[in-house]
Every structure is written in C-alpha cells, then in structure tokens.
C-alpha cells in the first residue's frame, strides 16, 4: 500500500503524478490498511516507504537538486507506525453510505498491545463532501488519552494538519470530510509504573537549518532527543 500508482504513465502531467501521494491518496492509503487489518489471514508484516527521485509519485518527491518533500503518503506511515500494536482486533462498522455512493463513508480498526494495556482506534472517513458522527463502543476499562484528527486543505495537498480534538458530550467525534482520526486508550488497571505521555510540542522555525526551538507543555526529565532527517537516518541524539 502506498505504491498503487504503477499505471500513471510518464508523459502524463506532474499533477496527476503527484496525485497519488497528495492527501487524497494518503486518505485512500490509510482506508486500505484499515481493510486489510481486517482480514485475518493476511500474515501482518512491516511496512516501509521508499523514494525515487526520478519518479515524482513516490513518497518521496523531488524538487530540485538539494530540496526534497516527504509526501502526505509517506508521513501518514510514519503516523500511523507506532500506533499498529501488535493486535488487530476484529471490528464491526457501520456506516452510512457515502456522497459518491460507495457502500461505506467511514472505515475503523482497533489495535492492542500484547499485555492488553494500550489500544488504538483509527477511523477514516473518505467522504469528500460529508461530515459523519463517529461514536466509538466496546473500550470499557480503558480511558482515552489523546485524541487527534489529521485533516488537509484540499486533496491536492503536500501537507496535512495535526490537530488535538474531544469528544462531545455524549462521547462522540466528529468526522470532517476525508480526514483521519486517531484514538489512543490506556487500561484503567494500568500499572502505576507505566507512564502514558501526552504532550504538545511546537518546533520552531520549521524547516529550520542551524537553529531550532523545541517548546513542549511538560517538564522533561532523563528524557532523550533523538533527530531523524527525511530518510529516517538519525542525525543527532542529545
């Protein structure tokens, strides 16, 4: 998933190139691996995301000699990496149908470590013209520790948001049209040892070149930097 674009050919123009690892097909990227947790005889493997400088709808685009994008398809992967436990639970969804009359609008998955402490639900709704109510069941003696919608401008887009959101008050999330939400829980009985961490980190100025400042709404103690660049290589560790 994520190289599904094979068939654009060579001559055609760099938009409908691009358009594979824009947000629309990250959207349609992250729906396919919500289905495919889904099928319980598919062995789960790694995933990894590779760039062909020579070949614009890769994950990794390049722009010019020195100047590379990591494309929305490829920063949806590195998402979404930690948030894949170790098992993918079986889920029932219901959904309306969509504005273009596909069967569903919205597609879930349910993952959980192997000691039962943490589970994640990710949703996608691939509406592009609705909005949909997402109301979440069978996570009783887990509470929700963060919450976060990734949402772009327009299906065309080189970036997508990260965004904290809440539940209303019946506990429910709202679905803005081709976006992604992710819901991190962690058991009631966990032990006072674990730590669940949540935190905003702001980083600015980004893209930065010397000089960089980190601001984050916790106190870090022992804690370590590590700095990857765009191939995942590590840069720097403080």
């Given at each position: ?20 690892m824009q947000w629309g097909g ?17 062995e789960r493997v790694n995933f ?190 403080l």
């Open positions: 998933t994520g190289d599904y674009a094979p068939g654009i050919l060579n001559t055609t123009n760099p938009e409908s190139q691009d358009s594979a990250a959207n349609l990227c992250a729906d396919f691996l919500l289905l495919m947790s889904q099928i319980p005889n598919v990894w995301t590779y760039g062909m400088p020579s070949a614009v709808w890769h994950p990794i685009r390049k722009n010019s000699l020195a100047n590379y994008t990591l494309m929305p398809v490829a920063i949806l992967y590195k998402t979404l990496f930690p948030l894949v436990l170790d098992q993918s639970l079986f889920v029932t969804n219901t959904s309306p149908v969509g504005s273009d009359g596909n069967p569903y609008s919205v597609r879930s998955g349910a993952f959980l470590s192997n000691d039962n402490l943490y589970l994640n639900v990710i949703s996608v709704n691939r509406d592009k013209q609705d909005t949909h109510i997402l109301q979440v069941n069978g996570v009783s003696g887990y509470n929700l520790t963060n919450a976060i919608l990734l949402t772009a401008p327009a299906l065309d887009s080189d970036t997508f948001f990260t965004t904290s959101v809440s539940p209303d008050i019946n506990g429910n999330f709202t679905l803005p049209p081709m976006s992604v939400l992710i819901l991190q829980y962690a058991s009631g009985t966990i032990d006072i040892n674990e730590i669940v961490f949540s935190s905003t980190i702001n980083i600015f100025p980004n893209p930065f070149s010397a000089l960089t400042v980190l601001q984050t709404d916790n106190f870090l103690q022992n804690a370590t930097l590590t700095v990857y660049n765009c191939f995942g290589q590590t840069v720097k560790e």
